[in-house]
Nanobody, 117 residues
Framework: QVQLVESGGGSVQPGGSLRLSCAAS????????MGWYRQAPGKEREVVAT???????NYADSAKGRFTISRDSGKNTVYLQLNSLKPEDTGVYFC???????????WGDGTLVTVSS
């Protein structure tokens, strides 16, 4: 059973930055894909960015140019650098991992990001 622990959320003003971290435990595998989703108030959960163990990344259009995903495979940790934050980036950010290409996703409990002046 994989456990995910997220950290780094908080409140910032528009234009500010945050760095989210997610550490996965319970597996020694080179996790196939690690990523971040977010859920804004009253909206469905949506993908923000993902990264495979080969380094292939995928970003939501809203994240391109502002957010950067990275991972430390040796530590099974994934990061999300959030820059130039906007009020519409507000939401709960969830870490997710899929250990192999055909496995189910594991989810963290989420970390809240609030962007407001």
């Amino acid at each position: 059973q994989v456990q995910l622990v997220e950290s780094g959320g908080g409140s910032v003003q528009p234009g500010g930055s945050l760095r989210l971290s997610c550490a996965a435990s319970g597996t020694r595998a080179n996790i196939y894909v690690m990523g971040w989703y977010r859920q804004a108030p009253g909206k469905e959960r949506e993908v923000v960015a993902t990264m495979t163990n080969s380094g292939r990344t995928n970003y939501a259009d809203s994240a391109k140019g502002r957010f950067t995903i990275s991972r430390d495979s040796g530590k099974n940790t994934v990061y999300l650098q959030l820059n130039s934050l906007k009020p519409e980036d507000t939401g709960v950010y969830f870490c997710t991992v899929r250990v192999t290409a055909f496995a189910n996703n594991y989810w963290g409990d989420g970390t809240l990001v609030t962007v407001s002046s």
